[in-house]
């Protein structure tokens, strides 16, 4: 069983198809960075250096700072850094960067919070322990700190442009997980604080999880590891676009993608002969002229009923066909927000007959399936039955006139 990692897992729940390119089918690509990870990398080795010194009992300066970070920067800058977000210029996010660790330095100095355990600290995390097949997971703790007294804190940098909102990061994964492996190794953790540091907004936010989360967190993770293994059993790595897209490194290849690489370099004439692209244009012009139907077939249905009830008929004749306009009374369960009470006097009724489960926990069709059979004994269908809302729905349909409906004579 492969070791898997948080981003691993995040790959998968992003997109399965870059999952599989990235860790099960390993393609020769052109491989790029973006200015985006190639910025958050030279924050966080300047950032290592800077504890590196303080494990050392140095204390930093500034300066010495900020010529380790530009150091970093000339030294790895590439032309194969790509910046999606044309508008800005490679000095703009490196003038980020100077500006975060300026921040934090202001921030933390003399940076003396407890003992520093390990900087990029490699933890394993045992997900099913006693399991010859263990899930395993291991990942790198950016800095992990023993405060004393059997707390401890495992600090992430991040020089993504938003934070996220407190819930999010009291639901987020990967530091939790790293938790889990920390406690493990360090039985006297009776305290872990998750702390991030969101760099370019100069904001440090916390989180704490109970045992009962990490129990749950645990078992969420097996059964994501579970999905992961059944869909590599079938190959079933289906595309899955979102604004990430941008930043994949597979588009040449990726099924969702693939064919607007290709044609992105035709001339005007090989563009307008390309099957793919005449067979494009054919289904749009078509799903639009039909569209465009359905509206006035909607817009013309609405008059045939509006004529119908003001002539008190229920069949117009056309030259060679005619239009039946019947009503149907639709039925449905009464909604949470327009008649609360009714609702939950419905759930009473469903769950005292002891057929809860049966009717999916009150969804539509179910419900209404078990009502046409002997589900419910004869009092609790009636009265389930009086706690349906009932609303008329006219229908308009076509059929042939009768040879004696077209006689004019």
Not at 283 to 302: F, N, P
Not at 337 to 360: F, I, N, Y
Request: contains cysteine; hydrophobic residues 30%; proline residues 4%.
């Amino acid at each position: 069983m492969p070791l898997y990692s948080h981003s691993r897992l995040s790959s998968f729940e992003n997109c399965p198809r870059q999952f599989a390119f990235r860790y099960i089918e390993k393609p020769e690509i052109d491989k790029k960075e973006t200015i985006e990870a190639f910025l958050g990398s030279r924050v966080h080795e300047t950032l290592e250096k800077l504890y590196q010194d303080v494990e050392m009992e140095r204390t930093p300066k500034w300066d010495d700072v900020l010529e380790d970070y530009e150091r970093r920067w000339d030294r790895e800058w590439s032309d194969r850094v790509t910046i999606v977000r044309g508008e800005y210029t490679p000095e703009d996010y490196r003038n980020v960067g100077r500006r975060c660790l300026k921040e934090y330095f202001v921030r933390y100095f003399p940076f003396r919070e407890g003992k520093i355990i390990g900087l990029e600290y490699r933890i394993l995390v045992d997900l099913a322990e006693g399991r010859e097949d263990g899930y395993k997971l291991q990942g790198y703790i950016d800095r992990l700190v023993d405060l004393g007294n059997g707390e401890y804190e495992i600090h992430d940098y991040k020089t993504s442009r938003n934070v996220p909102e407190q819930d999010k990061l009291d639901d987020d994964r990967q530091l939790a997980l790293y938790q889990i492996g920390v406690q493990v190794k360090y039985p006297d953790a009776r305290k872990v604080h998750l702390i991030w540091h969101y760099v370019r907004q100069d904001k440090e936010v916390r989180s704490y999880r109970t045992r009962e989360q990490l129990e749950a967190l645990r078992a969420e993770t097996i059964t994501l590891i579970d999905t992961i293994l059944e869909q590599t059993k079938r190959n079933d790595f289906p595309p899955h676009e979102t604004m990430l897209c941008d930043w994949c490194e597979f588009h040449d290849l990726c099924p969702a993608k693939r064919h607007l690489v290709i044609t992105r370099g035709l001339s005007a004439e090989e563009f307008s002969a390309d099957q793919g692209v005449a067979l494009a244009d054919k289904y749009i012009a078509a799903k639009e002229r039909r569209d465009s139907a359905d509206v006035e077939l909607e817009q013309v249905r609405q008059m045939v009923l509006q004529f119908a009830e003001q002539q008190d008929v229920t069949t117009l004749r056309g030259h060679d066909r005619k239009l039946k306009i019947t009503t149907t009374m639709r039925e449905r369960l009464p909604s949470s927000q327009q008649d609360p009470d009714a609702l939950a006097r419905l759930e009473t009724a469903v769950r005292a007959s002891g057929k809860w489960d049966q009717v999916s926990k009150l969804a539509d069709k179910k419900l209404r399936e078990a009502l046409q059979t002997d589900v419910f004994d004869p009092v609790t269908r009636n009265h389930i039955d009086s706690l349906l809302i009932r609303t008329p729905e006219p229908q308009v349909r076509v059929s042939r006139l009768s040879p004696r409906e077209t006689d004019d004579d």
